[in-house]
Every structure is written in C-alpha cells, then in structure tokens.
C-alpha cells in the first residue's frame, strides 16, 4: 500500500513537473456539451482565422484551469491522505491553446498555513506550459490537505 503524505509532509519550495497531453478538438466540444460555452473563439475556425489575437480555434480558459487541476492532481493531491480544492487566484491566461497544441504543468509549493489541527493550507504557484514553453495559463491554487492527527478520516 501507498504511505499517503499529510500536510507535514509536504515542503514550501517543494516542485512537481507533470507529464503533457495534447488537448483535441473534441476537448472543446466536451466542453461545450458541459457549459454551453459556445463563443465563435471556441467554436468558429473561420471567425477565429479572422481574428488579431489567434489563428484557429481556442480553448476556453475555465477548460484550461481544469487541465491544469487535472494535472495537479496526478502530481500532488492523488498522494496526498485526504485533500480538497479551497480555491484558485489570481488566475491569468497569458497565452492561447489550440487543438493539436501540447500542455504540461510546472507546480511549486509556495506557503503553508496550518488552519486547525485536522486542516492545513497548501498554496501553490500552477503555471500551464505549451510545447513552445510558454506559459499559456498561470495561478495560485490552494488545496487543503490532512494533518497528521486528521489520517483516520
């Protein structure tokens, strides 16, 4: 069995780089299905083709921000004794993602706060990376993860 790491395990400086994938047209469709998300950015080649800030089709940012949370979670709170998502900030899109483009993340535990002793606060500096090792998608991301004395819940 897999020893799960609590707060105390984890260290402020602490990185993750994950493995990428390539994100589909069908991402975007899936998407939609989901939301309802459906400006002509997203959806419309020939509007995206005519437009001054892309050359096809993007995806949407919130689409984004969950590859991103999917990506945390391989890296950090599959490992982790009991987590939960507390929250994103001061999320940024520096850079647009089209179908057939590569993403990966870069991640680094930038603070701590113990909350109570069940609970402890992870914050973490989440950057989405293109194959051209650009950053498409930046964030601080907050997890709560169990405290040692928290491991029976």
């Known amino acids: ?49 005519d437009h001054p800030l892309v050359d096809d089709v993007v995806l949407q940012g919130t689409l984004l921000l969950g590859i991103a949370d999917g990506f945390l979670v391989d890296a950090i709170a599959e490992d982790a004794a009991l987590a939960m998502n507390y929250g994103h900030d001061n999320v940024r899109y520096p850079g647009a993602v089209s179908p057939g483009d590569s993403v990966h993340a870069a991640i680094e535990i930038i603070q701590k706060d113990r909350r109570n002793d069940d609970w402890g606060l992870i914050t973490m500096r989440v950057e989405l990376i293109d194959q051209n090792d650009d950053v498409v998608l930046a964030e601080t991301h907050k997890l709560l993860v169990a405290c040692r004395e928290n491991e029976a819940l």
Request: no cysteine; net charge negative; proline share 2%.
């Open 1 to 49: 069995m897999t020893t799960r790491r609590n707060y105390e395990s984890f260290e402020v400086g602490e990185q993750f780089v994950t493995d990428g994938r390539t994100v589909t047209d069908s991402d975007i469709r899936m998407f939609v299905g989901a939301t309802g998300s459906t400006d002509p950015i997203h959806v419309d080649r020939e509007y995206a083709a």
